[in-house]
């Protein structure tokens, strides 16, 4: 069964802190990962897309990770603002399937 | 074009009441999709569309629910006789064809409170 799973689940940093948000998948055959945030009452937004071949994409202050071999991609956040508390949801697409994780749901407080 | 744009927003309705939502995608975009997200909850799919077809139900798609894109363009979802547990935000998600590696764009989906 194909799935995606999130750590943690939630999680408070200070401002100006880096995180990392981790996402471990089972989905195969893969053919891309992205990360979204999800701002609260909002619907989600793209932030990253990795493909197979692809290792490492920075989008600003965000850093996301991926390693095909043991299925598991990572979403680094550096120097934190309070506008980056929001859900952040890892997406992976299979052949034709797209499965959501749950999400982390990050807050930063000043 | 301002992306994908949903309607209502906000729907607070009484257990067996019929609601619709509509979706209104990026206009190039051929694929429309549905999602219910629950608090806490990724989004759930629920349903798709290639142009006017309907390519793919989910089984949370209850015979309660029905949803349409006659034309291609826009699409509606009706959920009748509605119960409490159909309370949650409901997404509209449209992406292009081909392109873009499968990027979902979403609308700011339609809340709904059953009560």
């Known amino acids: 069964k194909n799935q995606v799973e999130q750590s943690p689940q939630s999680l408070i940093i200070l401002e100006g802190k880096n995180c990392t948000l981790q996402c471990n998948y089972t989905v195969s055959p893969f053919s891309n990962l992205r990360w979204y945030k999800q701002d609260t009452g909002r619907g989600p937004v793209s932030l990253t897309i990795?493909?197979?071949?692809?290792n490492t994409k920075s989008n600003g202050r965000y850093t996301a990770t991926l390693d095909a071999d043991t299925k598991q991609s990572s979403l680094h956040i550096t120097a934190s603002q309070l506008s980056d508390s929001a859900s952040y949801i890892c997406?992976?697409?299979?052949?034709?399937?797209?499965?959501f994780g749950t999400g982390t749901k990050l807050q930063v407080i000043p | 074009d301002t992306g994908v744009s949903q309607d209502p927003r906000h729907k607070i309705t009484k257990r067996g009441q019929n609601v619709t939502f509509r979706c209104d995608p990026i206009?190039?975009?051929?694929?429309l999709y549905w999602y219910r997200q629950t608090l806490g909850q990724g989004p759930e799919f629920l349903t798709y569309?290639?142009?006017?077809?309907?390519?793919?139900k989910s089984r949370l798609l209850s015979d309660r629910f029905s949803a349409e894109r006659p034309k291609g363009s826009f699409s509606t979802l009706e959920i009748q006789r509605t119960e409490q547990g159909d309370s949650a935000m409901y997404l509209c998600a449209s992406s292009p064809t081909g392109g873009g590696h499968g990027e979902l764009f979403f609308g700011e989906g339609s809340r709904l409170t059953v009560l």
């Open positions: 206009s190039e975009h051929n694929r």
């Open positions: 569309f290639q142009n006017e077809a309907q390519l793919e």
């Open positions: 990795m493909t197979f071949s692809e």
């Open positions: 997406v992976v697409r299979g052949y034709q399937k797209v499965t």
